[in-house]
């Protein structure tokens, strides 16, 4: 445990998300400004697994503060939900020498972490998913920038669908969380909103009377936001317009909210973070994940982040139809 920290891993494992790109940037920057070497692993867990591994230098990470996407790449890694897969993975680990390995992922990845670490690898995370559902901390990076590609979209379909006066139905990423969704109706100034978080108190029907009494109050246009993990928007489209005359379109935004330039929201969280992940390593903090709550930066420990449970607040849904009248 008093063996001095020389040497480390980063990876970007999941889904990607705007903003890896700054935290890989800081994760190495910090580290060598440390006197630590690191070595980049591509394509997430299956590069630890298979060995596609890189030093990295100062230079290596010039230029990508700005950049979406990880240049590390990504994966989700069916073989590290394998003991077979994470034995090959911690055995990869342990020829290189590594004193920890630095997660920048979701939550997948952070279960990843926590297999990775009965076999010895001190996992140290950094949270970054759009979807914001992640325990433990209140920021994930690329939410932002996610929310405001969905918001960008919505001020565009809303200049067409206020044109026509038809009804624009648009699905946004998050098939387990309704985080996104809720911002970007709230952003986008939607009339209705339907996440997997509030499946019980929602339903088609509920929302196709809301577009005739909000047409009935003089509204010429519609625009509703539904959440990928409900499903159905092309469908519920086509209700719309079959039960209420209302010509209806639906557009999926689909993988366009995972892309783009970070917003400086995601590049400062992505920056801090960076930082902090190799600070717990030159405190010798074992299996610690980087949180940010209450408006500043704390270290949690993994195994107790699998037992925090985070809740999206139905009062932003109240809000939502209270502003939509
Ligand atoms: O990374 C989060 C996310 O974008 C979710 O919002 C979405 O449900 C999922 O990933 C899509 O995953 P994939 O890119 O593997 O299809």
């Known amino acids: 445990m008093d063996k001095k920290i020389k040497k480390i891993g980063v990876l970007t494992s999941g889904g990607d998300a705007p903003g890896m790109n700054a935290a890989i940037r800081a994760v190495v920057r910090t580290a060598l400004s440390s006197q630590m070497e690191v070595i980049g692993i591509r394509k997430g867990y299956n590069g630890l697994i298979n060995g596609e591994i890189k030093e990295m230098s100062s230079r290596d990470v010039s230029n990508i503060i700005n950049l979406g996407g990880t240049v590390l790449h990504t994966a989700r890694s069916p073989e590290m939900l394998t003991i077979e897969g994470q034995k090959k993975a911690a055995a990869i680990y342990d020829i290189l020498g590594l004193d920890a390995l630095i ?58 669908s206020s044109s026509h006066e038809r009804c624009s139905v648009v699905e946004v ?3 387990n969380a309704g985080y996104i969704a809720i ?58 317009q079959s039960i209420t005359g209302i010509q209806t379109r639906a557009t999926i935004l689909g993988h366009l909210q995972r892309g783009g330039t970070p917003t400086a929201t995601d590049r400062m969280h992505a920056s ?27 270290m949690l420990d993994l195994e107790a982040s699998f037992s925090m449970q985070k809740t999206l607040d139905l009062e932003y849904y109240d809000i939502i139809k209270t502003l939509s009248i």
């Open 103 to 160: 997660v920048i992922g979701g939550d997948g990845s952070y279960r990843g972490m926590r297999e990775l670490a009965k076999f010895g690898v001190n996992c140290i995370g950094i949270p970054a998913t759009i979807d914001l559902d992640m325990n433990g901390t209140e920021y994930t990076i690329g939410f932002d920038t996610a929310v405001n590609t969905g918001m960008d979209a919505l001020n565009k379909l809303r200049d067409t």
């Open 183 to 240: 911002w970007c109706a709230m952003t986008g100034g939607a009339e209705d909103v339907m996440f997997p978080e509030a499946k019980d108190i929602q339903d088609s029907k509920k929302v196709i009377q809301q577009i005739i009494t909000n047409r009935s109050t003089g509204k010429r246009h519609n625009l509703i936001v539904v959440a990928e993990g409900i499903g159905g928007t092309q469908k519920l489209a086509d209700d719309i």
């Open 272 to 298: 801090m973070m960076g930082y902090y992940a190799v600070k717990a390593v030159l405190e010798g903090r074992q299996n610690q994940v980087v949180c940010f709550n209450r408006g500043r930066y704390e």
């Open 173 to 175: 990423m998050g098939r």
